[in-house]
């Protein structure tokens, strides 16, 4: 199973500097690739826009986001900016992404929020149009390949009609198991070729001295959800043996990669990570 890391981007106070940073040690420890994901209404570092500075600076390790927020702009602009990333990268780029579920970002967006599904269906099929067509027309590559996100009935008709494969939000194991089973009953079903690529996100913090702020971070990037926020502290794996566990149950559900994404924006959590569970 591969094992990635994505960047503190949503980290409040996070520099920009210690995104490139967090790359280039990412890919020095051995991660399969770097991820970065999306809010606009929160503090952080547009997802796109840090993986074309990563791009500059690593030479190996994928990028990918997991995930973008795709309605919250146009098919034509997200395939030009992508193919752009890809292009700098070397095709390292995968785009996972989703409908969003956030009213206040499609509200600064000035996008329908209610409408979104549809969008994204219509969006999805035209990144399919354009990827089928290569590097052609008006774009300076090809468009990468596609995970599509969601726990719903909708999010596999489209990771099978339309993507290369699914990534599954950061939720347990033992939830996020029977959907990827789905998925693979349904690209099956529908005569595709090969194997879904299956991709989980897990949250992590690692160390006493991070413990505070970890928590502190994911309440409150989770406090939409009100008191149930708590559980997702609790829920989130913070020490090696923890760590370990998620991973091993996460293979066990055939998943091809999981990403940590961190909640502290300290670069030894890198480290730490990689000592966990890269030899």
């Not at 939830?175 to 990827?180: D, L």
């Not at 502290?233 to 994404?261: M, N, Y």
Request: charged share 20%.
């Amino acid at each position: 199973m591969k094992i990635g890391i994505a960047f503190p981007n949503t980290v409040p106070g996070a520099s920009g500097a210690l995104q490139t940073r967090w790359a280039v040690r990412a890919e020095e420890r051995g991660f399969s690739s770097v991820a970065a994901t999306h809010r606009l209404c929160y503090p952080g570092h547009e997802p796109l826009a840090v993986l074309a500075a990563a791009a500059g600076a690593t030479s190996r390790i994928g990028l990918s986001t997991n995930i973008l927020v795709a309605p919250l702009t146009t098919a034509a602009v997200l395939a030009k900016e992508a193919a752009t990333v890809a292009s700098l990268a070397g095709d390292r780029v995968t785009l996972g992404l989703g409908p969003g579920v956030r009213a206040d970002d499609f509200q600064a967006a000035g996008r329908d929020f209610a409408g979104r599904a549809a969008v994204f269906d219509a969006q999805l099929a035209e990144l399919a149009r354009l990827r089928a067509k290569g590097g052609t027309g008006e774009l300076p590559g090809a468009v990468p390949p596609v995970l599509v996100g969601g726990v719903s009935r909708a999010a596999v008709r489209r990771a099978v009609r339309w993507a290369d494969g699914w990534t599954a939000p950061g939720l347990e194991p033992e939830r996020v198991a029977p959907w990827a089973e789905e998925v693979r009953a349904a690209w099956d079903s529908a005569g595709r070729a090969g194997r879904p690529r299956l991709v989980a996100l897990s949250r992590y913090w690692l160390g006493e001295d991070v413990a505070e702020e970890a928590a502190a971070f994911v309440r409150q990037y989770f406090q939409v959800l009100g008191a149930e926020a708590d559980s997702f502290v609790a829920k989130t794996p913070s020490t090696p043996e923890g760590i370990r566990d998620q991973v091993g149950r996460l293979a066990a559900a055939g998943f091809d990669e999981v990403i940590f994404h961190p909640t502290a924006a300290r670069l030894a959590q890198v480290d730490r990570l990689a000592d966990v569970l890269i030899p």
